[in-house]
C-alpha cells in the first residue's frame, strides 16, 4: 500500500486515451491509494460476471491500508461535494458504516444503511443521492445543505 498498478483507466482520463493511445499507456503508470478500497469492496461484495471467483484473482487487503484508502477518499469531500455529490454522500455513508458496525458496502448498499442509521435530517440528501446514483441522472445539491451533511458525517468519521 499504496497499490502498484500498470494502467489505470477513468471517465477523467478517457479523452487523453482517445487521443494517444500509446502515450496514455505508456505514463499511466504508477500507484494509487484507492485501489486498497475497490479491492476491499470486491472482496466482500462484488459479483463475478465472467472468469475465476473472486477470491482466485484478489488477495486479502490489511484493515489498516482499507481504513487509509477510505479516509483518504472522503479527506476532500467537503471541497469535492459540490462538484461530484453522488459519491461524496454516498462514500461518507458506507465510511461511516464501516466504523461503526465493520460492514464493507458498495456505494448503494451504503446509501441504504445510512437511511436505517444516519439522523432523520440527512435522509433527503441520503435518498437523492441513491435515486441519483440508480438513475444515472445529475444530483443538484444546495451548498448548504452538502456542506452540512459533509461536516455531520465527517465529525462522526474523524
Known amino acids: 500500500y499504496p497499490t502498484p498498478y500498470e494502467l489505470h483507466v477513468s471517465h477523467a482520463t478517457i479523452d487523453w486515451y482517445q487521443s494517444d493511445a500509446l502515450d496514455y499507456c505508456k505514463k499511466m503508470q504508477g500507484e494509487d491509494i484507492d485501489l486498497a478500497a475497490h479491492f476491499m469492496v470486491i472482496k466482500h461484495v462484488g459479483i463475478v460476471l465472467h472468469g475465476a471467483p473472486i477470491d482466485d484473482v484478489f488477495g486479502n487487503v490489511p484493515r489498516e491500508d482499507y481504513?487509509?484508502?477510505?479516509?483518504?477518499?472522503?479527506?476532500?469531500?467537503k471541497r469535492d461535494v459540490m462538484e461530484h455529490p453522488i459519491s461524496v454522500v454516498l462514500n461518507l455513508c458506507r465510511v461511516y458504516a464501516y466504523l461503526k458496525d465493520g460492514v464493507i458496502l458498495s456505494k448503494d448498499q451504503g446509501g441504504a444503511w445510512g437511511l436505517q442509521h444516519i439522523g432523520h435530517g440527512f435522509h433527503d440528501i441520503i435518498r437523492l443521492a441513491l435515486t441519483c446514483y440508480r438513475s444515472e441522472?445529475?444530483?443538484?445539491?444546495?451548498?448548504?445543505?452538502?456542506?452540512?451533511?459533509?461536516?455531520?458525517?465527517?465529525?462522526l468519521i474523524f
Open 137 to 155: 441522472q445529475a444530483m443538484l445539491i444546495c451548498e448548504s445543505c452538502a456542506h452540512g451533511f459533509c461536516d455531520h458525517m465527517l465529525g
Open 67 to 77: 481504513m487509509k484508502s477510505i479516509k483518504a477518499d472522503i479527506a476532500s469531500a
